[in-house]
């Protein structure tokens, strides 16, 4: 079956997930990390495309990105590329490095950004790399620390999230922290990066419900967002 094409348009949020190749570490040490963090900072301050959220995990990374100046396609392919490079070199392996193509999945960002936020600052602690929330405050390959003010990362773009909080830093992370304690009972959301029309309704249950009333509702394995959302791509 052939693949679907990517959905991109200037302005559009994306989740982006990226896994090593039968799930082996893409990080095997900080060096990796910071190898990778630096690249990712250049390609998106050259193409000027807004980060949100980012955690890294040994074997896996997500990012949410707005599109900015290139395509999420060109911004991936350029960073994908060369930190594959470089990880093969320094360890000198060969071979492909990460699982298929990386998931992109559009999101609608009014109904899912801070959602997104909180899911993806939360890997590490369900990942277990820190152990409690205080640790994570502090953990510096994920950007909860940056909204937190205990790391800086220039290409973060921490005032769009903080403003939804509050106009005062101080206040405004304080009510971040919170919402995200709130989302650690949650465990993992397969609705916010499953599959198709379970992940566009919000859950299994809400796609019962829909199916009962007669309603039909649209779904598309690329998109996160509600019906009309899915129609607008």
Known sequence: MPRKARIDAPGALH????RGIERRKIFRDNKDRDNFLDR???????????CFA???????????LRTGLAP???VMRRLLTGYAISFNRRHRRHG?????????????????????????H?????????????????????????????KKREWQDTDYILRFYDSKYSIARRRY??????????????????????????????????????????????????????ERY
């Open 177 to 230: 922290r919170a919402y995200v304690k709130q989302g650690i009972a949650e465990g993992r959301r397969p609705d916010l990066v499953g599959g198709g029309l379970i992940r566009s309704a919000g859950g299994w249950s809400v796609v019962k419900a829909v199916r009962k009333s007669g309603a039909r509702m649209k779904g598309d394995e690329r998109i996160l967002g509600d019906g009309n959302f899915v």
């Open 96 to 120: 492909q490095l990460f699982q298929n193509r990386y998931k992109s999945i559009l999101c609608q960002e009014d109904a899912y950004l801070l959602e997104l936020v909180r899911y993806i």
């Open 15 to 18: 989740h982006i997930i990226v």
């Open 40 to 50: 990712l900072g250049v390609v998106l301050i050259d193409t000027q495309t807004p």
């Open 122 to 150: 939360l890997n590490p602690l369900r990942a277990r790399l820190v152990s409690d929330l205080k640790g994570l405050d502090k953990y510096p390959y994920c950007g909860h620390s940056v909204l937190m003010g205990k």
């Open 72 to 74: 999420i396609a060109a």
């Open 54 to 64: 980012w955690a890294l995990i040994p074997n896996h990374l997500h990012l949410l």
